[in-house]
């Protein structure tokens, strides 16, 4: 099994080439046998042909991948970011990645904010109602089954017991938006009951970002509905220090199959200069190696990049003097250093 590597747009197109050699450099160093083909889905390819993801693209990536590695999706020639719900949205649906998670290092600790990641406001459902040629009416439905918050809920209760978690607090508005709202309150109150070893809370979206950005340290783990979620991912990126550093995963627990990425997006303004931050990119690959069973390989990878991005080979958004691939050429150097003391 392989891995999709889609680099796409932007500095999505820079930082995915800087990492892929410490991809290599590991699966050789401990004999993980990781193949990779690179696909050039984005902005060009739909410019050029009108295609996003391709026809079939979901069948090949389920019988013939485990995992997609993907920089970002994003051009200013495409405001309306069509080619980016094609691509993205396409295999978050189309391979049931209903979970996203987005980890929030801190630190205090590592807060674990999981992401519903296929319905909600997201199932693109809605449409325009136009008068005299301009939009009058717009309507985006916001939509979930209780099969998918169940099935969401459960999996993200079960991953934080199992890391000795014990606290999970519930991001919601069912003041305001009762009805997906009280479906998800439902579900978490009657699946919290499983699970003894978590104390759980809920919070409005709106008081929880204003709690979390004053004081992150109480919260442990977080269960949000997609577009919540997506806004959480941002707060969470800054008050680690920036969108250079959050990573993601965003999973299929039946199939196993996962997707890897930054949070951010391509970053036209700092696209071409060289200077975008590998570490979310790098740090999505190091879950990709956890997901696939190479945990040992996975901390060193860590180790190394948390080390170059304390260094004067950081990025400028880190306060270093550092290049994408300045910051990589001396993750792939600690690299070495660490896998010849394993073996000396
Ligand atoms: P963005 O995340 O691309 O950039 C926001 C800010 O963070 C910019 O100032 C950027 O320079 C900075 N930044 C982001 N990543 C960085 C990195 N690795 N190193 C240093 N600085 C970094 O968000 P945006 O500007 O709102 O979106 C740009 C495009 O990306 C849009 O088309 C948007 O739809 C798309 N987008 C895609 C994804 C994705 O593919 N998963 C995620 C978010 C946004
Ligand atoms: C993210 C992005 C995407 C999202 C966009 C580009 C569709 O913001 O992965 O955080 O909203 O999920
Ligand atoms: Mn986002």
């Known amino acids: 099994m392989k891995i999709a590597v889609v680099p796409g747009d932007g500095i999505g197109k820079e930082v995915v080439p800087a990492v892929l050699p410490t991809l290599e450099y590991l699966s050789e160093a401990y004999q993980l046998g990781l193949e990779y083909d690179v696909f050039t889905w984005g902005a060009d390819q739909w410019l050029d042909t009108g295609i996003g993801l391709p026809a079939g693209a979901i069948d090949l990536l389920s019988s013939e991948y485990t995992s997609v590695f993907l920089g970002a999706l994003g051009d200013p020639r495409i405001p309306d970011m069509a080619h980016g719900r094609d691509i993205l949205l396409g295999m978050r649906k189309g391979l049931d ?80 938006v009762p009805n997906t709202g009280g479906l998800w309150q439902d579900v978490f109150r009657r699946e919290l009951q499983n699970f003894p070893e978590l104390a759980g809370s809920e919070e409005y979206v709106d008081s929880f970002c204003y709690n979390l950005v004053r004081d992150a340290t109480p919260y442990e783990g977080i269960l949000a509905s997609n577009l919540f979620g997506d806004i959480i991912s941002d707060i969470g990126a800054a008050l680690m220090g920036g969108l250079g550093l959050a990573s993601s995963a965003s999973i299929c627990p039946e199939t196993g199959f996962a997707l890897f990425e930054p949070v951010h997006g391509s970053a036209p303004d700092i696209a071409g200069k060289g200077i975008a931050n590998p570490y979310a990119a790098a740090m999505s690959l190091a879950l990709m190696l956890d997901h696939l069973g190479h945990g040992q390989a996975a901390e060193l990878f860590r180790t190394c990049v948390i080390e170059v991005s304390q260094s004067d080979a950081a990025t400028p958004d880190l306060g270093g003097q550092g290049t994408t691939g300045r910051f990589m050429d001396h993750v792939v150097a600690l690299l070495k250093r660490g896998t010849d003391n394993r073996t000396s």
């Open 97 to 176: 990645l209903y979970v996203n998670y987005r980890p929030i290092t801190l630190p205090s600790g590592v807060i674990d904010l999981y992401r519903e990641n296929t319905q909600g406001l997201y199932v693109g459902i809605g449409g325009t109602v136009a008068r005299a040629g301009t939009v009058s009416v717009a309507i985006d439905e916001c939509v979930y089954t209780r099969e998918t918050v169940e099935k969401f809920v459960r999996f993200c209760l079960g991953q934080l017991r199992d890391k000795g978690r014990r606290k999970v607090t519930l991001v919601h508005k069912s003041n305001a």
